[in-house]
């Protein structure tokens, strides 16, 4: 066997060419905080509609297969988080986006709207200035406005402006089967979320890496029984919206200098977000203002379970439906990791993806 001649064969031919009736989905893969993102940017089938609202329900009746193909394994894993860019509801936004992860299709994400933004920089699908860079990017939850911050041609952070953030009630209570009685807030950030401050349950366990099994088995126990048991899960306006994304356990020790208080997030089928939750970090500003623990121009620096940080303050409050809502403001980081051409041969039995934990 000629071993320098095949060694010699595979440096000249490095490139692959699918089968004609593969599937090629591109995709430029990011980080926010240690949270993936998924970014699909070509090959993924048109999707139909007239807003954002219209393109997640296409997407999820006819095209959930691929969702999992790139979410699930083996092209991804059961904390893998994506998104698909779409047209915007209207001229006066710049694109639209619909967010995939394990269990479906959720209708806020703020570590995506952090990365995206600072990818519509770095690839120039926007006019790049110095200084903030102003994005309208239409959510399944409405409107956010982004300012990506460039210096010397470089981003070094994005700020958005969330959809209204409003609490539905503070230190509601319910009974949870192998925890007992669990005290909770219930707000919406772009999603809701039963927040669980850890000061005011008796858990026997914490907010580090090395709780995680915990921190997922009782986050979903605490989401289903919070589900079964409150009937106020509903959105002013959107029943598309109305359902309970997940649990948001909370230390409000303070953990390291600088650091004001902890989050770690339990949402989807049992997925643990990386980041500090941007839209967790929206509702946390809605309940800190009604508690008064928090007022314009003050911030909070929130960590995640990877020590990543995200600030959030308040920008303004308006009237939203029957709620006293906030406009949050949430700030942090994001990096590209990867550039990805996926393919999807049709014999493949596990083409469609699966999960193991």
């Known amino acids: 066997m000629n071993t320098t001649s095949t060694y010699q064969n595979i440096l000249n031919n490095t490139a692959f060419t699918p089968n004609t009736d593969w599937l090629q989905i591109k995709t430029i893969d990011m980080h926010t905080g240690g ?95 110095e200084g903030d860079n102003v994005i309208k990017i239409d959510a399944p939850c409405g409107r956010i406005t982004s300012f990506t911050q460039v210096e010397n041609g470089k981003v070094t952070g994005v700020r958005f402006h969330c959809v209204p953030s409003f609490v539905v009630g503070l230190d509601r209570i319910v009974e949870v089967d192998g925890i007992g009685k669990v005290t909770y807030d219930l707000a919406y950030g772009g999603a809701f979320y039963a927040y669980v401050d850890m000061a005011k349950n008796n858990f026997n366990f914490d907010l580090s890496t090395d709780s995680y099994r915990a921190l997922i088995n009782n986050g979903m126990k605490i989401k289903h029984a919070v589900m079964e048991h409150d009937t106020e899960i509903s959105h002013p306006f959107e029943e598309d919206l109305s359902f309970l994304y997940g649990t948001i356990f909370i230390d409000n020790t303070k953990q390291a200098s600088g650091i004001d208080s902890r989050n770690v997030c ?71 990791t990867g550039v990805h051409t996926f393919v999807i041969d049709p014999k493949d039995p596990m083409k469609n993806g699966f999960i193991l934990r």
């Open 35 to 129: 949270e993936p993102l998924r970014v699909i940017v070509d090959g993924f089938p048109e999707l139909k509609g007239n807003s954002v609202l219209d393109y997640r329900r296409y997407c999820k009746e006819n095209y959930d297969e691929l969702r999992t193909a790139l979410m699930f394994e083996p092209r991804g894993h059961a904390d893998m988080y994506g998104c698909i860019l779409l047209p915007p509801n209207d001229n006066e936004g710049d694109f639209g986006i619909i967010f995939l992860h394990n269990e479906g299709y959720s209708t806020m994400c703020g570590h995506a709207i952090i990365a995206i933004s600072t990818l519509a920089v770095e690839m120039n699908w926007i006019i790049v200035q």
């Open 266 to 336: 339990i949402f989807a089928e049992g997925e643990v977000d990386r980041c500090p939750t941007g839209s967790g970090v929206s509702g946390r500003m809605a309940i800190h203002k009604a508690r008064k623990e928090i007022n314009y121009g003050e911030t909070m620096t929130i960590e995640s379970i990877t020590d990543s940080v995200f600030k959030g303050s308040v920008v303004s409050e308006e009237d939203y439906g029957p709620f006293k809502a906030v406009i949050p403001q949430v700030e942090g980081t994001a990096y590209i």
